[in-house]
């Protein structure tokens, strides 16, 4: 019983000593995007607009297409979505878009954690 003791002290002591891995908080300008028009037709711009507010604000994934022409899936904040919320409205037009990101199977995410137009 005591050697139990004795490892669980270890290894709490052990995680304790590795440093929290944070994500960097990041900004990116670009497109907000329905990424369901996006990637089967390309659709996007001031022509789309009014589409895609209506598939986002339906459920339709966002994106963001950088001014680099990469696209990042966008995801809310489990803290406060209401960054998230707010670029529904955005959608086909022009945003800075603050977060966290995250990559996991070749997938860019950034959880939202700030949003204003940028037209």
Known sequence: MKSMWRVAVVVALSL???PALHAEEMT???EVLDLACYAAQGAKGADHAGCAKTCVKGGQPMGLLTEDGS?????A???D???YEA???MAGGMAEVTG???ERGG???VSVTGSKSAS
Not at 71 to 75: C, E, F, P, R, T
Request: charged fraction near 15%; hydrophobic fraction near 55%; proline fraction near 4%.
């Open 28 to 30: 990116w300008t670009g």
């Open 81 to 83: 979505g209401a960054p």
């Open 16 to 18: 304790a000593a590795i």
């Open 107 to 109: 997938v860019k995410v």
């Open 100 to 102: 966290e990101m995250s």
């Open 87 to 89: 670029l529904k409205d």
């Open 77 to 79: 904040n489990h803290q």
């Open 71 to 75: 696209v990042l899936l966008l995801a």
